[in-house]
């Protein structure tokens, strides 16, 4: 309820930036590999399908808004749907799609075992994933290859060593995180 002002001012200023649909929507993979609808607010102008599914800072998709919206995680608020559907948890293992999660080896399945989260340790280690992206000839190959083993590896520790006082710390230091983008990020 306390959200709900922020819903609107977004969706309007998402609406007026660009058209198309507010809300984003893709097929992503959760606890014990089951399938589910991950929503997040729509950054990007609607074009042809690409089979890349990362995105950089630099992608011409996105729309004026939708840099805005990415830079301060406001794209991720619809996700808040997701956790009162029970898909999704607000700490775990960030949720991948199938492309990616077919890579995973039987050892890196084991994040499948916990419900996935809208923050983790990789959320707070790769929180500029996509201005890293905008530095690499190839984005998705430098994504599977060397930013993807990086954070199956935290989702691993997290699956762990999870517990109340780590979900926590990783929500606190997730809001910090953002306080600090925020204050210092010009859009």
Do not use: H, W
């Not at 808004?65 to 559907?85: A, C, H, S, W, Y």
Request: include cysteine.
């Amino acid at each position: 309820i306390v959200l709900i002002p922020v819903f609107l001012i977004v969706t309007v200023l998402i609406l007026l930036d660009s058209k198309g649909g507010i809300i984003f929507k893709q097929t992503r993979v959760g606890k014990k590999g089951k399938l589910f609808t991950l929503y997040k607010f729509r950054s990007m102008y609607k074009t042809k399908s690409t089979t890349m599914l990362v995105t950089t800072d630099n992608d011409e998709r996105i729309t004026r808004i939708g840099k805005f919206i990415r830079k301060t995680k406001l794209d991720e608020l619809p996700q808040l749907v997701n956790i009162l559907m029970g898909d999704m948890s607000f700490v775990g293992p960030r949720p991948e799609v199938s492309k990616y999660v077919e890579l995973y080896t039987t050892e890196q399945r084991k994040i499948l075992t916990v419900r996935p989260g809208l923050t983790d340790y990789a959320t707070l280690n790769y929180i500029d994933e996509s201005k890293q992206l905008a530095n690499v000839d190839n984005p998705e190959e430098y994504y599977v290859n060397v930013i993807l083993p990086k954070k199956i590896e935290y989702s691993i520790k997290y699956v762990n060593n999870s517990n109340f006082a780590t979900d926590l710390i990783i929500l606190f230091k997730t809001f910090l995180r953002l306080l600090r983008i925020c204050k210092t990020k010009s859009f």
